[in-house]
Structure formats: C-alpha cells, structure tokens
C-alpha cells in the first residue's frame, strides 16, 4: 500500500555530505515511523536511524552518531537523510522503510513493513 522512492545517491569524497530524500505515496504518511537502513556487499542489511510518526523523536546507531540525522515533512510525505563527514566504509545501497510502530519498536530490518529500492552512495578516498 506504500511506495518508497529513494534519490540523491553519487559519488562523493570523503569528508564530504550528501543528502538523500525518500518520498513516499499510498497510504497514511504520518502513521509511519520511518527509517534508513544501509547495505555493503557481502555484507547484512544494517540499520542506521529511525524517526518517529510526528518527527520530534530519532535514533540513530551508535557508530553513526554525530554523522547522520534523519528528518522528515509530513506535508511534503517525505524523510531525508543528511549524511556528513562522510567515510570510504559508509559507501553502501541506502535504503528507505516504512513501519507500522513507533521509532522506539523499529530498530530491526524485521519491524519494517515496506522498502523503497534503494540508492547507491559512493564515498571515494
């Protein structure tokens, strides 16, 4: 019932940012608790932060930290993720979901209920 579209994904140095933005149709937006996950080959799919329904709470992996912060319009139905002083081991297959449970019961691949197709971010030495 909800599609997931994920943008902005490229080729950046490291130290550099990029913005990623996950637009979202079908459904109740605000129902949602969103979340971004990430996939290195070869490697499982990881999770990198969630934000709640009304987007006044997020949580984030502790690695990631300082680093990346999640937002979202509900007008706009969308959630971005900004992505600073980005790292060679951050290049991966980004990936928009949608959860039908608060951020705080969303911290699994498993909690989510639908996924956009991802979009590649390249972090270069």
């Known amino acids: 019932q909800v599609q997931l579209v994920e943008s902005g994904g490229g080729l950046v140095q490291a130290g550099g940012s990029l913005r990623l933005s996950c637009a979202a149709s079908?459904?109740?937006?605000?129902?949602?608790?969103m979340g971004w996950f990430r996939q290195a080959p070869g490697k499982e799919r990881e999770f990198v932060g969630t934000i709640s329904w009304s987007g006044g709470n997020t949580y984030y992996a502790d690695s990631l930290k300082g680093r990346f912060t999640i937002s979202r319009d509900n007008a706009k139905r969308t959630v971005a993720l900004q992505m600073n002083s980005l790292k060679t081991e951050d290049t991966a297959v980004y990936y928009c979901?949608?959860?039908?449970?608060?951020?705080?019961?969303?911290?699994?691949?498993?909690?989510?209920?639908?996924w956009g197709q991802g979009t590649q971010v390249t972090v270069s030495a």
């Open positions: 079908g459904g109740s937006f605000r129902s949602y608790a």
């Open positions: 979901a949608a959860a039908r449970s608060d951020y705080r019961s969303a911290l699994s691949r498993y909690d989510y209920d639908y």
